[in-house]
């Protein structure tokens, strides 16, 4: 088992800058890839950014690759997520994900059975 809790949302201007940290507890954490999903009103989730378990690797969809960058700290259990030059179509609840199945980056939101409660990013213009 694994909970998850994010923090450090809030409101930004366009072009700014944010990072969003990611507590875990449980044994098995740094045992998981982890990821981000993030859910604007009316869409559908949409998978954000992935690490494995050394943080080693990563993967992005192009929508945020080069503004994005996903990191952990496994003595702290800890995910984090940096956002730079912020766009209003960021805009959305971001949620931290423990893998449990499927191939490291999958955007399948069935692949993921560990969820936070989202953290609410809003970028202005």
């Known amino acids: 088992q694994v909970q998850l809790v994010e923090s450090g949302g809030g409101l930004v201007q366009v072009g700014g800058s944010l990072r969003l940290s990611c507590a875990a507890s449980?044994?098995?954490?740094?045992?998981?890839?982890m990821g981000w999903f993030r859910q604007a009103p009316g869409k559908e989730r949409e998978f954000v950014a992935a690490?494995?378990?050394?943080?080693?690797?990563?993967y992005y969809p192009n929508s945020v690759k080069g503004r994005f960058t996903v990191s952990r700290d496994n003595a702290k259990n800890t995910v984090y997520l940096q956002m730079s030059s912020l766009k209003p179509e960021d805009t959305a609840v971001y949620y931290c994900?423990?893998?449990?199945?499927?191939?490291?980056?999958?955007?399948?939101?069935?692949?993921?059975?560990?969820w936070g409660q989202g953290t609410q990013v809003t970028v202005s213009s």
């Open positions: 690490i494995n378990w050394s943080g080693s690797s990563t």
């Open positions: 994900v423990a893998q449990t199945r499927g191939f490291f980056g999958s955007r399948r939101t069935s692949d993921y059975d560990y």
């Open positions: 449980g044994r098995s954490f740094s045992s998981h890839a």
